[in-house]
T-cell receptor, first 116, second 109 residues
C-alpha cells in the first residue's frame, strides 16, 4: 500500500547542530507539506512544495529549509537547531498529477524532536 | 484563506450524535470547507469536505448553510474513539491547509 513515512520518529540533539527530518511518500503526490505542533499553538505550516524544484515558505519558516529534488521526498533541515524548535513535526502530501484537486492531505505519524 | 471560528471544547455522550459547529463568515466563492481530526498525538486525519451542498461519507455528514457562512460536522453515533481535536478549515482546493485551534471533542461513556 502507498504510504507516507517520516524518520526518525524520535530525535534528541544539541543546540547549534544541523538536523534533517526525512519525509517520503509513495503516492506520487505533487504537493508536500511540513507542519510543527506545539502545545497552545496547534499545527503551524513551516514549508510546502507543489512539485519538484518548487518550495514555499509557510507561517513559521525561519530557521528551516526544504528542498524538493524528486516527487517522493521533502526533507526538512534545521540549519542550527535551537531549543525553540523542540516540537513534533508532521509531514503531509496531497494531489496526484492529472487527477481532480481534492482537499485530502495524508499525514505521516510525526517526528518528535528535542533540542537540548 | 478565510478564518474559521470553532468552540474550544465540546462534550457528547457515547451513542449520540455529535454536532460540531464552525463559522466562516468571510469564505469566498471558490473556497471549500474541510474537516480534519487529530486523535491524541497522531497525524491529522481527513474526514470530509464540501463546497455548497451537504455531504455524507462513511465517517460523517457535513451541513453547509445556504449562505455558506457556517457549517456543522455531524458524527451520527459517536464512540469513545471519536474523542479528538476537530479542525474546520476553509481553503481553495489543492492549496495549503492552515489549521486553527480546533474543537476538542470528548465522548463520554
Amino acid at each position: 500500500d502507498a504510504e507516507i513515512t517520516q524518520s526518525p520518529r524520535h530525535k534528541i540533539t544539541e543546540t547549534g547542530r544541523q538536523v534533517t527530518l526525512a519525509c517520503h511518500q509513495t503516492w506520487n503526490h505533487n504537493n508536500m507539506f511540513w507542519y510543527r505542533q506545539d502545545l497552545g499553538h496547534g499545527l503551524r505550516l513551516i514549508h510546502y512544495s507543489y512539485g519538484v524544484q518548487d518550495t514555499n515558505k509557510g507561517e513559521v519558516s525561519d530557521g528551516y529549509s526544504v528542498s524538493r529534488s524528486n516527487t517522493e521526498d521533502l526533507p526538512l533541515t534545521l540549519e542550527s537547531a535551537a531549543s525553540s524548535q523542540t516540537s513534533v513535526y508532521f509531514c503531509a502530501s496531497s494531489n496526484k498529477p492529472g487527477q481532480p484537486l481534492t482537499g485530502e492531505l495524508f499525514f505521516g505519524e510525526g517526528s518528535r524532536l528535542t533540542v537540548l | 484563506d478565510a478564518k474559521t471560528t470553532q468552540p474550544p471544547s465540546m462534550d457528547c455522550a457515547e451513542g449520540r450524535a455529535a454536532n460540531l459547529p464552525c463559522n466562516h463568515s468571510t469564505i469566498s466563492g471558490n473556497e471549500y470547507v474541510y474537516w480534519y481530526r487529530q486523535i491524541h498525538s497522531q497525524g491529522p486525519q481527513y474526514i470530509i469536505h464540501g463546497l455548497k451542498n451537504n455531504e455524507t461519507n462513511e465517517m460523517a455528514s457535513l451541513i453547509i448553510t445556504e449562505d455558506r457562512k457556517s457549517s456543522t460536522l455531524i458524527l451520527p453515533h459517536a464512540t469513545l474513539r471519536d474523542t479528538a481535536v476537530y479542525y474546520c478549515i476553509v481553503r481553495v482546493a489543492g492549496q495549503k491547509l492552515v489549521f486553527g485551534q480546533g474543537t476538542r471533542l470528548t465522548i463520554n461513556p
